[in-house]
Structure formats: C-alpha cells, structure tokens
C-alpha cells in the first residue's frame, strides 16, 4: 500500500506541531521518519494511523483519501515504545487478542491458535507462547508487540520508538531482526526514531525532520554522503566545525583555500567527520594544531586538538600512529561540507 502526505498541517491550540508536511512512500518501502525530540515525528505517525486529524492537507491510502477509510479499516499495525501488554495474559493470548476482538474477520479457534504458532514462528519466539509478559525479556516483549500488531494482515506498519526503552545492543539485534521481518513481509512500513544509527541502518529512506518540517529525505547513503544543510549534518553526529569566510567561492581553511562553490560571500562553517582530517607530526598539513588528549579505542585512536584560532576538535588516527599530550603537529581535510551562515547554499 502507498502512502501520500500532501502539504499536512497539523495545530495544537496555537502551536504548529507539522508545517506542510509532503511525502510519498512507496509501497513496500521501509521508510524511517527521523528528527529531534518534539519535530512532529510522533504527530505525523498518529495521523497517518488516524489516531489524530490534519487541519491542513491530505493523507492517501493508495489513491483514497485516509479521512474515509475509518481507521478500523486502515489496515493499520501499530508498535509503540511501551509494549503494551496485557501482563495477565500469556504471550499466545496476547497475540491472539486482536483477532479474537476483531470483527471484520471472525476465526475459528483452530484457526487463531494456527495463526499465533505461526506469528510466533515468524518473530523467533517459539516455544513461549506459555510464558506471562512479566517472564520474558524486554526485546522479547517487543517482538510480541509486532506479531500483534500483525494479526490483522496490515497493509501498514506503524512504529513508534519500538526499541527505544532496550539497551544498545539488543536494539542493534532488533533492528537487523526488524529488516528481516520485512525483507519478508514486504509491508509498507513507517518507523519512528530519533536515533541517527537505527535510521540509517534498517531504513529504504530517511526522512529528517526539525521543528515539523522536512529538512531532507533520502537514502541512508545519500543522507551520509550528501547532508543537506548543517543542521542534518549537526544531527548525524560525530562532526567537527570550524569557522571561516567566504569570499569569491573561495574559503581560508588555516594556510589552504578550499573551494566554496555556490557559497554567498560571508560567514560559513567548515563541518568533516574525525575520519576525515589527516594528521602530520610536521608542519605538513593546512592547519596547525597542538594535541589536548590522546584517547585510545579499539583498533584507533581519537585525538582531542585545538587550532591556532582556539576552535578545539576530534580527529581520528590508526592506532599504530606515535603521539603524546603536548605535541604540536598540523592537519589536512581531505572531505568537507560547507554551508554558509548567511544564506542557506552549500557547496
Ligand atoms: N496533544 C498535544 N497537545 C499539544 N501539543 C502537542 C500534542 N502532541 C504533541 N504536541 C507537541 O507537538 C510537537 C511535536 O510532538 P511530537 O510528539 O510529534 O514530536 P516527536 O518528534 O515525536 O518527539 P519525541 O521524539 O520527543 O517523541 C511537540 O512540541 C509537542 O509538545
């Protein structure tokens, strides 16, 4: 099933949530909806379940305006962060209480209890179908909630932090678990996050979002090769900032000029990722710096080093590399974005 947002708005009292809001998912696209806390993320996820209305705008099912399909009919399957479980029921009983309610389809008992060793299956959780929420792990219990959510054969999946409450690493499983699922399934699926690596790793397509509008929706690589503007550099993370001045499409970067094609003359930031500076004992590289801290991780090491402008960054170096606190050395960029101040171009 395609989705449609077009131009959605969406007011609480006085303050606007979502400013024209317009997208279009594919069918069978997985389609992570990515922002800060509070940029309409959740506002968008409730309106396309039906849970809350636009006042501006259209949603399409297909080619059907969403405000006549009642939202019992929507097809909707929806996961929310906290996993609402019944903790009376088991697991089997939890997953077969949407078909058991529903009224659409009526099913006989043999064909629910099918239906649940089926989802059960589905989600690796045979065998526990036994067990009360209250005995099973936190991942587990999200894996119930999606087999619950489908139960009714959803044409849409919705869902909202589903792993936000676990630790790191079992969201990483979940994640790849997630993908799989639907790699299978292939239903068109909306994914709220507000983590930069969980959207990246298991979407089709990254939508980012600051305060209710979409600041770019690509493809995860797209995203990470060609961040739009310096907000969505910012949030991806790990980046580092230096200032300069562009003059003529020129920019200073230390003794080096980089090229600021398309840039308005003025301010700008110079933003690369700590992978993306080199690091020379000599005088060799366009900025000079002295090294604050050398910090060691597996297989690397992360130095904390401050220009002679006083800006203070991180760069990242094999771990083969000689250097101590206090030594002076230089950098070059070898890939950078740079976004003006002033206007929003970028080069
Ligand atoms: N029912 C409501 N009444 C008033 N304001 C609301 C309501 N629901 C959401 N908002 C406001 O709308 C904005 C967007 O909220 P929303 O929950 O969609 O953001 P979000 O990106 O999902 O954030 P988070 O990651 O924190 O869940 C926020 O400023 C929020 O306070």
Not at 120 to 134: A, C, K, N
Not at 194 to 215: F, M, S, Y
Not at 220 to 233: D, H, T
């Amino acid at each position: 099933m395609k989705i449609r947002l077009d131009n959605v708005v969406k007011t609480f009292d006085t303050f606007r949530a979502v400013h024209g809001v317009s997208l279009d998912i594919a069918s069978g696209e997985l389609v992570a909806l990515l922002g800060p806390s509070g940029s309409g993320k959740t506002t968008i996820l409730r309106m396309v379940a039906g849970l809350e209305f636009a006042d501006g705008g259209q949603i399409y099912f297909g080619d059907q305006d969403a405000t006549e399909i009642p939202v019992r009919e929507r097809g909707v399957g929806f996961v929310f962060q906290h996993y609402a479980l019944f903790p009376h029921m088991t697991v089997a009983e939890n997953i077969a209480f949407g078909m058991t309610t529903a009224r659409a389809v009526k099913r006989s008992r043999e064909e629910i209890d099918a239906r649940v060793k089926e989802l059960l299956g589905l989600v690796r959780l045979e065998g526990l179908g036994g067990r009360f929420p209250g005995q099973i792990s936190g991942g587990q219990r999200q894996r119930v909630a999606l087999a619950r959510a489908l139960t009714v054969d959803p044409k849409v999946l919705l869902l909202d932090e589903p792993f936000g409450a676990l630790d790191a690493k079992v969201r990483r499983d979940l994640r790849r678990w997630l993908r799989e699922i639907h790699d299978q399934l292939g239903i068109t699926t909306l994914f709220v996050t507000h983590d930069q690596e969980e959207a990246l790793d298991l979407a089709d397509r990254v939508v980012i979002l600051n305060e209710g509008k979409i600041v770019q929706a690509a493809s995860p690589s797209e995203i990470c090769r060609n961040p739009g503007s310096a907000f969505v550099m910012r949030f991806l993370g790990d980046t580092n900032v230096l200032r300069t001045e562009a003059v003529g499409g020129r920019a200073r970067l230390g003794k080096g000029q980089i090229e600021a094609d398309g840039l308005a003359d003025g301010p700008a930031e110079v933003f690369f990722r700590p992978t993306e500076a080199e690091w020379s004992v000599n005088g060799e590289g366009d900025i000079a710096v002295t090294v604050n801290r050398v910090m060691d991780r597996p297989g690397e090491r992360n130095l904390l080093v401050t220009a002679e402008s006083g800006e203070s960054f991180e760069i990242r170096v094999p771990s083969t590399t000689e250097v101590v606190s206090g030594a002076s050395g230089s950098i070059s960029i070898r890939n950078y974005r740079i976004f003006s101040l002033n206007a929003r171009s970028a080069a």
